[in-house]
Each structure stands twice: as structure tokens, then as C-alpha cells.
């Protein structure tokens, strides 16, 4: 089992910043790839970023490339997402995600074992 706690969300305006962190307790950090994906109001849950147990390989959506990036920190059981220019349409339930390490649809939220709770972030115009 691995239990994941999301945390670093809030209300911002329109451009400004924030860095999602999503602390991972339990089994082997290291030994799972993790993704971000978020949920708007009467949307489906839609895949956001993608980073391989190593730290490398990282996906993006098109609506985020160039201005989020996902990193972790393996020795802290740590994934972050830097969140930069925010636009109202990221208002968004973001959730991370831990999958198997050799995971290849990345981003297919079905083939993901761990989810956390949510955090929310709201970005006003």
C-alpha cells in the first residue's frame, strides 16, 4: 500500500505561481512512477504530468507543456508540481497518482493503483 497526501493549493490570480507536493508513505517510493491529473466542476479527470520512478521521461498535456513542471525527490518520498503563469481554465481538484514502474499509457488514470485526496486550486481572472 501506498498512501499519498497532496498538499500547495490555494487561490491565485491569473499568472501567478504554485508548487503542488505529494508526500507518499508505505511500500517503495522509488519503485513507482508518478502522475499528476486533475478535475474540474462537471469535467472528467484529465491527465496533467507524468515522471518516471527515475526522475526522467516527463509527459505532459498540451494545456500545461511549458509551464508546469513535475519533479521528485526520491530520498524525501516526494513528487512536486511546479504550476508557473496560471491560467483560470487550471481551476482544477489536482490529484497525484502512483503507478507501476514500467506503467506506458501514462496517461491513462485507469492503470494508476494509488491515489491521493486532492488539492484544491482556483486561479481567478
Known amino acids: 500500500q501506498v498512501q499519498l497526501v497532496e498538499s500547495g493549493g490555494g487561490l491565485v490570480q491569473a499568472g501567478d505561481s504554485l508548487r503542488l507536493s505529494c508526500a507518499a508513505s508505505g511500500r517503495t517510493f522509488s519503485s513507482y512512477a508518478m502522475g499528476w491529473f486533475r478535475q474540474a466542476p462537471g469535467k472528467e479527470r484529465e491527465f496533467v504530468a507524468f515522471?518516471?520512478?527515475?526522475?526522467?521521461?516527463?509527459v505532459y498535456s498540451d494545456s500545461v507543456k511549458g509551464r508546469f513542471t513535475i519533479s521528485r525527490d526520491n530520498a524525501k518520498n516526494t513528487v512536486y508540481l511546479q504550476m508557473n503563469s496560471l491560467k483560470p481554465e487550471d481551476t482544477a481538484v489536482y490529484y497525484c497518482a502512483a503507478g507501476p514502474r514500467g506503467i506506458v499509457r501514462v496517461t491513462t488514470a485507469s492503470l494508476y493503483d494509488y491515489w491521493g485526496q486532492g488539492t484544491q486550486v482556483t486561479v481567478s481572472s
Open positions: 515522471i518516471r520512478w527515475s526522475g526522467g521521461s516527463p
